[in-house]
């Protein structure tokens, strides 16, 4: 099944899934922009079939996976069990700010503690700053010198691409990669190779309307958009055109 959604409320997970007439989201568990959240009742669990939808979470904007001394790592543990605790299988979080062996020794902590059943989904970034993760070549080495069978993957996102500096066709290659899990489908604001990370909706950016046909043709991995919404109803009907 093709699944193709938008990041949504996860309080209005189940409207949002008919409103947009979606069978795939990503939420937050939490609020992004604060290191931990209030605790969960037991009851409250998502009930969906897995089969006919996907659904996976976004962990907060404050975790840095390259500085395990600060909160991060503690953070990244609460996102993951909030995770399990609701049904969620996987987990987006961006690399960080630092380097690929502080990242390591991060992952390399929680073996013990990793709650089963979640996959930790590495994103690619649009290398501002000192911020990991801009070639997929990057997470790739980070996943491969983990040293113990955690469950991690690609979360490849095409604005974070674009504003890294690659192309066209080497976005197309990175997103057919074995370990891209999903996709964030977004267009982006910005020049291709500014190093910065600026969403906008399909057809509203600087990157090639082709790219997505290409995508709409080609890709069967979960496709998320993160897209403004201004045009959020519109970025769905221009990627359905777009496959047929």
Request: aromatic fraction near 8%; hydrophobic fraction near 40%; charged fraction near 20%.
């Amino acid at each position: 099944m093709r699944f193709l959604g938008r990041h949504v409320t996860l309080s209005s997970l189940k409207s949002d899934l008919q409103h947009y007439q979606i069978n795939a989201a990503q939420v937050f568990t939490k609020a992004p922009q604060q290191w931990f959240g209030k605790p969960m009742q037991d009851t409250f669990r998502l009930k969906y079939d897995p089969e006919k939808y996907y659904i996976c979470a976004h962990a907060g904007y404050l975790i840095n996976m390259a500085n395990k001394t600060s909160q991060s790592r503690t953070a990244l543990l609460h996102e993951a069990n909030r995770c399990a605790h609701l049904g969620i299988p996987d987990l987006v979080v961006h690399p960080g700010s630092g380097s690929n062996l502080d990242v390591l020794s991060l992952l390399n902590s929680l073996e013990e503690e990793w709650p089963l059943g979640v996959t930790l989904l590495l994103e690619n970034t649009a290398g501002q700053g000192k911020y990991l993760g801009g070639r997929i070549e990057e997470l790739q080495y980070i996943i491969d010198h983990v040293n113990h069978p955690m469950p991690l993957s690609v979360c490849y996102d095409t604005a974070h691409a674009w504003g890294w500096g690659s192309s066209v066709e080497e976005i197309k290659v990175n997103i057919k990669h074995p370990m891209v899990k999903v996709v964030h489908l977004n267009d982006s604001l910005v020049p291709n190779g500014c190093k910065k990370d600026r969403h906008a909706n399909l057809c509203h950016g600087t990157m090639p309307i082709e790219l997505f046909k290409w995508i709409a043709q080609n890709v069967t991995v979960p496709l998320i958009m993160e897209t403004p919404e201004t045009y959020d109803m519109q970025d769905l009907e221009i990627f359905r055109e777009l496959i047929k």
